[in-house]
Every structure is written in C-alpha cells, then in structure tokens.
C-alpha cells in the first residue's frame, strides 16, 4: 500500500528519457535500453579506449560500455548518477557490462576492481563515489574483490567536465598515489571509471598503481567520449 502511494505521488521515470517507467521496469524504459549505443569494445582487442594509452602507460585491456555524446541519453545517464544521487544507474550498468565482460575474463583474469578514486574533500561534497556501484557490480560478477584502498588521490582537483582539454592534461601526474604493500604484488587490477575522454587521469591512476611490483593494470568505462 505504502510502496503503491509512492509511486503514485512519486512516480519513476527513465533516467534517460523521463518517460514513465512501467512496473518491469529499473532505471531506464525498455526503449532506451534498446538504444543504447554500445560499443562492443570488449570483443576488439585494438579498439579506440585501449589506444588513448598506447605509447603512454602498458595497459593489459581497455574498453568502454558506451559511447557518449554531448546531449545524448549517456549522458543524461551519467549526469544523474554523478550528480542526482541515483547510484542504481552504475549498478545497473555494471550488472549488464560484466556479462560482455565474462566473454574475454578467461584470457584476461583480474585479481580486483579499482574504482578511480575521489579527494576526501570532493568525496565529502558529493558524499558518494559515482563509480563505486559499477565497480562493485563488476566485482560481484567476476566473484573478485572491489578495494577502495590501494588507490588514492591525494591532491583535490577541478570537476574534469569543466576543464578543457589541456587543462584535463595538465599537472595531473602527481595527483594520484598506491599503497605498496607486499599483499598487493603480482595483482592484475581492473580501474574502473565513469567517462573515458582524453585518458589522463586513467593513465596517471594507472602509473600510481604500476609502482607496485609485478603490477598489471587493465581498464573498463561506462562510456567513452565519442567524435
């Protein structure tokens, strides 16, 4: 009863198109979940994510879920998972994302998910991580741990989303730092992230954790920025 008045007064609707939601439907309409623009990265080993590193860090696996375009449905999506609060978005996405995923875990096994993390600063703003339901989605598919303490940013920095593209890039190598500890040696971690754009910041994430002996690192997006 209580349950049917929310949904009255309160009713849910897509996070991607604001229709209506019916009742065998969690976060986005059977519409936009068959609109959505995937990008089947995770079958091309040479794909456009696992390039942005290329020449620059040594990346095991890269790829995205999605592609994101500026006022398009992936970006409606992220924007309220990032800055609405509705965190089931990237658990939803993850859930659906690690099915693809399981295709290529038997070549490529990881050992733990790694969000990208936030300043305790930035982390105390928003109060949530916007990455850690996706990451722990994906962690509960593959059955491996999700840590949230090997990883670390230690400086606090502008929203990227407000930056340009230089000013994404730039003095970001010494943002970001990993706890090296003999009990994370020899680890294949998977980073996860929200938006994949020029790769700085998965790049600087990825160096940090490389300072870990035997270290291997791979890569996975919600989206990627696409041109």
């Known amino acids: 009863m209580i349950n049917y008045l929310i949904n009255l007064f309160f009713p849910k609707v897509c996070d991607g ?11 986005f309409c059977t519409h936009c979940r068959h609109e959505m623009p995937l990008t089947q990265y995770h079958l091309n080993p040479k794909n456009e994510a696992i390039k942005k590193f290329y020449g ?3 990346i095991q696996f890269a790829a995205a879920f999605l592609y ?3 006022k398009g449905m992936v970006q409606e999506l992220i924007h309220n998972l990032k800055y609405k609060g509705h965190q089931e ?3 939803v996405l993850g859930n659906w994302y690690v099915e693809d ?3 290529v875990s038997f ?16 982390f105390k703003e928003r109060g949530y991580n916007q990455v850690d339901t996706f990451g722990k989605a994906i962690a509960s598919g593959f059955q491996i741990p999700f840590n949230e303490n090997i990883l670390f940013r230690k400086v606090y920095s502008k929203t990227q989303s407000k930056k340009n593209l230089l000013g994404r890039s730039e003095n970001i190598e010494n943002i970001f730092d ?3 500890t003999e009990e994370n040696q020899n680890k294949h971690f998977l980073i996860v992230d929200d938006v994949l754009t020029t790769g700085a910041t998965l790049e600087a994430c990825s160096r940090a954790l490389l300072k870990i002996p035997g270290a291997k690192i791979s890569i ?8």
Do not use: W, Y
């Open 17 to 27: 198109c604001r229709a209506l939601l019916l009742q065998n439907e969690t976060v």
């Open 56 to 58: 620059k860090v040594d």
């Open 68 to 70: 994101f375009n500026k």
């Open 89 to 91: 978005i990237g658990t």
């Open 101 to 103: 995923l399981k295709e």
């Open 107 to 122: 070549e490529i096994p990881f050992d733990a998910v790694i969000p990208v993390p936030l300043h305790k600063k930035k």
């Open 178 to 180: 990993a706890v090296l």
């Open 220 to 227: 996975v997006c919600m989206a990627m920025a696409h041109s």
